[in-house]
């Protein structure tokens, strides 16, 4: 779509015409025959709306050292932070953009409208009727593009993938454009390491005052805030274009020879600069450490009588309390369906089956990675038929586990394996009998890492249900439906069966349960499990991607579990998991007994995002194996 | 014909138009509504401020000559490097940076009341000040803290009479206040300055959040070539309260 409405061709009769029609509306229609349907876009209410469109320019009076250079560590004074978003901060080392994945790292939706630079607001309209689709806000900063529909299009699904600025729907509410925004990734309030979380959403009011322009973002953050964090942003009418739009990034070597499961980080309590603010602004020290109160008159009570305990205790995790447990959104649909999700060149996604299930579809027949719980086994068959006809043909496996091989046994009963008729397996075959060695022609071959056959026989599984086709090494590949797949073997990473799945033309990696949006690493030190297995293959995931444009796009992660992602949730993910094993490391090292880790909560500012005290890995759990598996190292 | 159609359309859309800003027929004869009966938005009520933008500057004393993010021109940052709140104590203008151009940044309660049909009051906590909004024009000579203070409703409008093509709807409103006559004082508690000259002009709009609070906004803009190279703008936004919880009035204090 152009960013202008075409405009009219006054004096013709085709202009008359459609200016005609424009005032009348439907009536007039009955003279040139029927309307046609109506348009998603006519769904939705109809309201009078504001001309928001033109060029902005923030004066940015209001924080000009945030905004600017960057505001210090340790000032999060006026953030509702809750202790976990506190602690995520003081463990925030601004090196941490000297990553190479972080170094493009772009602003979340309400932070990109406080960046620095030029802003851009136009319209999108339907061509046809003018209605209003979408509002589009493009920040100079990062290329910050915001759409805004107007259109009525609802919000996706909770397993759609998040981006920096979100999903973001509009309508006009009296004199200002109201704006709700899901989907967006981890990224910063500030951008001194005050965190904003991908469960966050949030409510924004845009007004007009003459060329003064009001945008004022209320922040809902169920993992980092205690309370929703409103802010306001001024912004004048440039008359003219200033041509300054793009933003060019592209990540390099900062620091050579840095190991790869090194992240700049501070160990809970060690913030060496909490107190830096403080002092250079002759402070309270508590000043800083924001919180919900921080917001109120009332502060300037606490400012003047709290101590340096009250500041020291607000560190680290307060050990008087329980952990806390994830308030993130479930992203499962719970509906007894299954959801697809198309991702690129005739590769899906399947929700709606405990673990998600990865499609490929072309002539050859489906290759399907992870088959899900099997509880909805024939609707997962079903689906993938109508996706494409020709049979399943090969199964591949990222694990053992139930969430990801329960639909074998179905799946691959439902496929073919059309490339081994009259082959030696197919002569060998008795008369009548079926099954994936001996009547490939009726069953899909079973594709995975040797290790989780051998866990699956073990378990004494149907040998139907079990990957006959197996690999011993570091890689597996076929050519398939005319993209490269490759499996990697991850040798102890949650466990020692691990395998991340990649087509390399559509960009698409599977990575089973090595990552998932849900929960800590279920590390299962038992079947082979291992902390630095997994940091190594969450950086093997790292080193297969590739961003589109400022950390967002590019390369598509489907996790074991979870929502459609891309690089930048592997990258939070794998810090996580390096930054937890520093802290109980270190620990170790100073003689603390797992006891005193768990009362340490060396998780506090992970656990309201993925933390649980109930179900099949609790966060005592993961603790657990993290400190088992780093003692043993240590011995 | 098609000519024909626009013109039938045309005029049926300007006998449809009704009501409001000139865009209709003309109202029964009478007086003029008063401002609170045409008001397009009730401010009235208990509001608190919610400090989370230039936090250091507005719950806090900020040193001498820190000034960061206000257009100041040679003369506002020279008076601002010569600010002693000593020297205000003594003077008895503990109050200079409780004016009306600087007295919406403080942490700080209000509360909004109609004082009569015409006329706003704003009772704040912070320094136990009140502003009057008058929406009829005020001969008062002002010259104190908080001014002389022309409140105006503020709809989105054109500036031409456009007849049938008016476009159709309510688009709601907010408050307009122009206020001048202010005593000079400090932008700042640490003497970063406005004169006698500025004008401030305040947007006040309120946003009732779906599923959430109701918020008060104040786009305000301060004009002073004196001390500045440019206006000073900033938004403050209030959440509203149920009742009086909180209401804490104390004096104004130079540091």
């Known amino acids: ?635 | 014909m098609i000519c024909a159609c626009v013109i039938v359309l045309a005029l049926g859309v300007r006998a449809g138009a009704q009501g409001r800003g000139g865009r209709g027929p003309a109202a029964p004869a009478g007086p003029p509504p008063t401002a609170k009966a045409s008001a397009p938005v009730d401010l009235t009520g208990y509001w608190v401020s919610l400090v989370t933008e230039d936090w250091r500057y507005r719950m806090t004393l900020a040193p001498k000559g820190d000034t960061d993010g206000v257009p100041l021109n040679e003369a506002g940052k020279a008076f601002a490097a010569a600010w002693d709140p000593a020297k205000d104590e003594a003077a008895g203008e503990q109050c200079r940076a409780y004016g009306a151009a600087a007295i919406m940044r403080m942490p700080e309660r209000l509360h909004i009341t109609w004082q009569d049909d015409d006329t706003l009051k704003m009772d704040i906590d912070a320094g136990t000040q009140t502003r009057i909004l008058g929406f009829n024009p005020s001969q008062a000579k002002g010259g104190d803290w908080q001014g002389v203070s022309q409140a105006s409703w503020d709809r989105p409008k054109s500036r031409m009479a456009v007849g049938f093509f008016a476009p159709q709807g309510d688009w709601g409103g907010g408050l307009k206040v122009a206020t001048t006559r202010m005593k000079p004082g400090y932008l700042r508690r640490n003497g970063v300055p406005y004169s006698a000259n500025a004008v401030l002009t305040e947007y006040y709009d309120r946003f009732d959040v779906p599923g959430g609070d109701i918020l008060m906004v104040v786009s305000a803009e301060v004009d002073d070539p004196m001390y500045m190279i440019s206006p000073f703008w900033t938004s403050t936004h209030y959440k509203k309260q149920n009742d009086a919880t909180g209401w804490n009035p104390t004096p104004c204090s130079a540091r």
């Open chain 1, 1 to 635: 779509m152009s960013e202008k409405s075409t405009p009219l061709k006054k004096g013709t009769k085709t202009g008359i015409l459609m200016l005609a029609i424009s005032i009348a509306g439907a009536p007039l229609f009955a003279q040139f025959g029927p309307p046609p349907p109506p348009r998603a876009s006519e769904k939705a209410e109809p309201s009078p709306g504001v001309d928001l469109t033109g060029y902005w320019t923030p004066p940015m009076h209001e924080d000009a050292l945030e905004r600017g250079g960057g505001s210090e560590l340790g000032d999060y004074a006026g953030f509702a932070l809750s202790e976990a978003g506190r602690l995520w901060a003081l463990s925030y080392d601004p090196s941490r953009v000297t990553l190479k994945h972080h170094q493009c790292d772009a602003y979340v939706a309400p932070y990109q409208m406080r960046a620095i630079g030029n802003f851009r607001i136009w319209e999108e309209r339907d061509p046809h009727n003018q209605t209003l689709v979408a509002i589009h806000i493009w920040g100079q900063t990062t290329e910050g593009h915001r759409v805004v529909w107007m259109d009525g299009r609802p919000h996706p699904p909770a397993w759609a993938p998040h981006t920096f600025r979100g999903f973001s729907t509009g309508k006009f509410m009296g004199n200002a454009l109201y704006i709700e925004t899901s989907h967006m990734k981890q990224g910063w309030l500030r951008r001194n390491g005050t965190p904003q979380s991908d469960q966050a959403t949030v409510k924004e009011f845009i007004v007009l005052h003459g060329d003064h322009l009001t945008d004022t973002t209320i922040i809902t953050d169920p993992v980092f805030l205690t309370e929703p964090e409103v802010r306001s942003n001024d912004y004048f009418r440039q008359p003219v274009d200033h041509h300054a739009w793009l933003y060019a990034c592209d990540d390099g070597e900062q620091i050579t020879g840095r190991a790869p499961d090194k992240v700049p980080h501070y160990l809970l309590g060690q913030q060496p600069y909490a107190n830096e603010y403080a002092l250079r602004y002759k402070l309270p020290l508590i000043a800083g450490l924001g919180g919900a109160e921080s917001m109120y008159p009332e502060f300037l009570a606490k400012l003047k009588t709290a101590t340096e305990a009250d500041f020291k205790a607000k560190l680290q995790a307060d050990t008087t309390r329980p952990a806390a447990t994830s308030r993130a959104a479930d992203p499962e649909p719970h509906d007894g369906e299954i959801h697809v999700l198309p991702l690129r060149n005739d590769v899906y996604m399947l929700v709606g089956d405990g673990g998600n299930i990865t499609v490929q579809v072309g002539d050859e027949g489906a290759l399907v990675i992870d088959t899900g719980e099997g509880k909805l086994s024939d609707k997962v068959i079903e689906t993938i038929r109508r996706l494409n006809p020709r049979p399943i043909q090969f199964i591949v496996n990222t694990s053992f586990r139930a969430e990801h091989t329960g639909g074998n046994l179905k799946l691959g009963a439902a496929g073919a394996d059309l490339s081994l008729p009259g082959s030696f397996f197919g002569l060998q075959s008795p008369a009548g009998a079926t099954g994936q060695e001996i009547d490939p022609a009726h069953h899909a071959t079973l594709i995975a890492h040797n290790n989780v056959q051998i866990h699956m026989q073990e378990a004494k599984l149907p040998p139907d249900a079990i990957p006959a086709d197996t690999f011993l090494e570091d890689r597996r590949r076929k050519f398939h439906n005319g993209d490269s797949m490759e499996m990697f073997w991850e040798p102890n990473a949650v466990t020692d069966g691990d395998s991340i799945v990649q087509l390399r033309r559509a960009d698409v990696i599977a990575t089973g349960d090595i990552f998932t949006t849900t929960q800590y690493p279920f590390i299962d030190l038992k079947n082979g499990g291992s902390v630095q297995g997994e940091i190594k293959a969450l950086n093997d995931i790292l080193n297969r991607t590739v961003y589109e444009h400022e950390e967002d796009g590019g390369t598509m992660i489907v996790p074991g579990h979870g929502y459609l992602c891309n690089e930048h949730e592997v990258l939070e993910y794998r810090d996580m998991m390096v930054i937890v094993r520093d802290r109980v490391l270190d620990m170790i090292k100073k003689g603390a007994t797992l006891a005193q880790v768990k009362a340490f909560r060396v998780t506090a500012d992970y656990d309201t995002r993925y933390g649980a005290s109930s179900g099949p890995w609790t966060t005592d759990m993961f603790v657990e194996a993290v400190y088992a598996d780093l003692k043993k190292s240590q011995k």
